[in-house]
Nanobody
């Protein structure tokens, strides 16, 4: 499974960005999809996640500002980020728990990461 993330960039505080991540390969089904981020010197942390049925969860620091969504037909997850703050600066990674067509087991897969930089 390959996860291709896009949409990162440089934005001023208060601005918005939309991240996308498309999964491809011999996929039978994807369960949870999510976005994580890692700032320099910090551990990778969960930003938001969404189940195949649409249930969502968010880190407290992004609630009310970020919205996660997905298109199951396209195996794609999105992260709409509004009212961005300098502390949101990090590399953002997408994640998908997927089962391949010739496997009975779900495994986690990671995208390559996309840089989000918020200037003050």
């Amino acid at each position: 499974v390959q996860l291709q993330a896009s949409g990162g960039g440089l934005v001023q505080a208060g601005g918005s960005l939309r991240l996308s991540c498309a999964a491809s390969g011999s996929i039978f089904k994807i369960n949870d999809m999510g976005w994580y981020r890692q700032a320099p010197g910090n551990e990778r942390e969960l930003v938001a996640a969404i189940s195949s049925g649409g249930s969502t969860k968010y880190a407290d620091s992004v609630k009310g500002r970020f919205t996660i969504s997905r298109d199951n037909a396209k195996n794609t997850v999105y992260l709409q980020m509004n009212n961005l703050r300098p502390e949101d600066t990090a590399v953002y990674y997408c994640n998908a728990e997927a089962r391949l067509v010739y496997s009975g087991t779900y495994y986690p897969y990671w995208g390559q990461g996309t840089q989000v930089t918020v200037s003050s």
